[in-house]
């Protein structure tokens, strides 16, 4: 059963990512304050839900949150500065575009680079543990994938809009047999050993 909040004290937003393990496209995450009392019969890891759930608990986050948010940091930004600061970027943009700045943190996953001087807390497996957590994995997931079918449309041949750039046989050879796009990490290499582990 998932808890509505870690600590009652202080204004708190859950945040969580999409997309760290994917060849191309940006990583996008997701801050969301929700209120004291939310519940939902649903809501859990974005991972356990299929997509059309997801999109419809989207709705109600969106409906019911009192803030949410979401940041992008494209493939380049990726490249400039590894996958795992860009998460933490990611983050930091969407806490800094929420309306109401929340006075605590909690993290999924089990790193974070502060932001500002809020406190934090990082918990791992926490979109199956908090409701904003999994609140904003499903955020950072839908609105990530909405971008991926976007861009399937101008390569049509790396299948992104069913794979929405994770690297799937398909993907891995694709990318072998005609080589990158303007969206791919070119710091996620692609090689034929890492295909036969599949």
């Known amino acids: 059963?998932?808890?509505s909040r870690y600590q009652y004290e202080y204004l708190e937003a859950g945040c969580d990512e999409a997309g760290r393990g994917c060849l191309a496209g940006p990583v996008f995450a997701a801050a969301v304050i929700l209120p004291d009392d939310f519940d939902h019969a649903l809501l859990n890891d974005s991972k356990q839900l299929s997509e059309e759930v997801r999109y419809e608990l989207r709705i109600e986050i969106e409906q019911k949150a009192i803030a949410h948010a979401v940041g992008i940091v494209d493939n380049l930004e990726i490249d400039a500065i590894n996958i795992l600061n860009a998460s933490f970027l990611a983050m930091h943009r969407a806490i800094e575009k929420l309306h109401l700045s929340p006075q605590f943190l909690i993290i999924d996953g089990n790193r974070f680079n502060k932001y500002q001087?809020?406190?934090?807390?990082?918990i791992i497996e926490g979109d199956a543990k908090y409701f904003s957590i999994a609140?904003?994995?499903i955020l950072a997931k839908t609105y990530r994938d909405d971008y991926m079918k976007q861009i399937a449309t101008e390569h049509p041949e790396y299948d992104w809009h069913k794979n929405k750039g994770?690297?799937?046989i398909k993907h891995r050879k694709t990318v072998l047999e005609i080589g990158y796009t303007p969206y791919h990490r070119r710091t996620f290499k692609v090689t034929d050993p890492q295909l036969e582990m599949f």
């Not at 001087?117 to 990082?122: E, G, Q, V």
């Open 1 to 3: 059963m998932l808890l």
């Open 117 to 122: 001087n809020i406190p934090h807390k990082c």
């Open 135 to 137: 609140a904003a994995s």
């Open 166 to 168: 994770y690297p799937t």
